[in-house]
């Protein structure tokens, strides 16, 4: 035999995403086992009731059992399905009025809860004329005391009534599953939006930019092979020209390749992001590139960080050594790392003539570092040295967003010392 369970589980597969708790709320309210509970302690109530009814009159055993049935019959049925339920309780109970001219008290609660599960999860269109039934009892039904007569009328009215209650509680309740339904596809369909977005500046970002980089390294190992007697020197810094285009070009495509989470890239080629393991090389290329001197100093007993912070830190010394090789050529680095109990002091200082005296607002790179410190909870300021040429300095945490409550850090796009034009 079916119980109201099995649809509740079956609704419950079908709203979608649905609040946790609502759904183990139902299952609650649906659950067989209060079902059968209520049915089976209804029906001992409308047995006793209908012993005790007959108990003091000149009844015979055979007819006060087949009242006891009819009241068991009233009330039993309740843990059927809720059409059933409703269809089975009612029949019964006009059935005891029309003819025994009596309903017990646990019969009439039986209705009520027949009728309220009836709206609440079975067929709507029998919920509203649930209570006529009894209409017609009082209408055309044998004559009959007072009491049943009350009860008739009790029962038309708040049969209906309760039907409606539990509509109005499964509207309630489709509602909320509808309305979580769309926030669903809406969220899916903004995720879908930016992947495309995504994917579309990755296509554009490859088809212009790339095409660039591509040129300059073909351009540049052209001027090397094919221009006659080219110093030892200016081939050097050609295929230099071209090794540097090469490596943006590689780090580029690997960035959009994450960025185009549609593409289907190779994964074995795309490399981590960079971290403090990969200075060395970049201030090795530096120093090869630009023929000025390169110092990496380290302060303190060195520590594993943050990847985010790592990735910060790269890139912050990747930016500075490219302005200082823009701004001040030939001019001697030196990148310090200090390290403390809980942050790391990044210093990027040359011996070059310093900031212009121009009074312009900072530029993208510099802004673009200070982000890159803001990102992980740090700070940055560039400007002017103390003993001369420009300093970055930068403090950061040794976990990414450690310290960003302690000390926030400017907003992005606020000057903090001086860019060099």
């Given at each position: ?84 339920a409703a269809v089975a309780v009612t029949v019964a109970a006009v059935g005891s009025l029309a003819v ?45 005391g007072t009491g049943v007569r009350v009860l008739a009328t009790v029962l038309a009215c708040l049969v ?262």
């Amino acid at each position: 035999m079916g119980t109201y369970a099995d649809m509740g589980e079956r609704a419950s597969a079908d709203a979608g995403p649905v609040d946790a708790a609502g759904r183990a709320g139902r299952r609650v309210a649906v659950s067989p086992r209060p079902l059968m509970a209520a049915g089976a302690l209804l029906g001992l109530a409308a047995a006793v009731e209908s012993v005790l009814r007959n108990a003091g009159t000149d009844a015979v055993g055979p007819f006060v059992l087949l009242v006891s049935l009819v009241g068991l019959a009233t009330t039993l049925p309740v843990a059927l399905r809720p059409t059933a339920a409703a269809v089975a309780v009612t029949v019964a109970a006009v059935g005891s009025l029309a003819v025994f001219q009596a309903l017990t008290g646990a019969g009439a609660a039986a209705q009520l809860v027949a009728a309220y599960r009836l709206g609440r999860g079975g067929w709507p269109p029998l919920a509203a004329p649930l209570g006529v039934p009894y209409v017609l009892v009082l209408a055309f039904g044998p004559a009959a005391g007072t009491g049943v007569r009350v009860l008739a009328t009790v029962l038309a009215c708040l049969v209906p009534v309760a039907a409606t209650i539990g509509t109005a509680r499964r509207t309630r309740r489709e509602d909320a599953e509808s309305r979580a339904a769309h926030r669903a596809i809406a969220g899916t369909l903004l995720e879908h939006t930016a992947r495309g977005e995504r994917a579309r500046i990755a296509r554009e970002l490859h088809d212009v930019v790339a095409h660039h980089i591509s040129m300059i390294s073909v351009q540049a190992e052209n001027a090397r092979l094919t221009t006659p007697g080219l110093p030892a020197s200016g081939a050097a810094r050609l295929s230099a020209i071209g090794d540097t285009a090469r490596a943006a070009l590689t780090e580029m495509r690997r960035l959009l390749g994450v960025l185009r989470e549609d593409a289907q890239a190779d994964a074995a080629r795309r490399q981590p992001q960079p971290g403090l393991r990969e200075l060395t090389e970049l201030l090795d290329q530096a120093r090869d590139t630009s023929g000025a001197g390169t110092r990496l100093i380290l302060r303190g007993a060195p520590r594993a960080l943050d990847p985010g912070v790592e990735l910060a830190v790269y890139r912050i010394v990747q930016e500075a050594l490219t302005n200082s090789r823009r701004h001040a050529p030939g001019a001697a680095v030196d990148v310090e790392l200090h390290y403390t109990d809980a942050a790391l002091r990044l210093l990027i200082r040359d011996n070059g003539p310093g900031p212009a005296a121009s009074g312009r607002p900072a530029g993208h790179g510099l802004l673009g570092m200070r982000e890159r410190a803001a990102a992980v909870g740090g700070r940055l300021r560039a400007g002017a040295g103390a003993g001369g040429g420009f300093l970055v300095e930068s403090t950061l945490p040794t976990r990414a967003g450690e310290d960003a409550r302690r000390h926030p850090a400017p907003a992005a796009g606020t000057p903090s010392g001086t860019d060099v034009p």
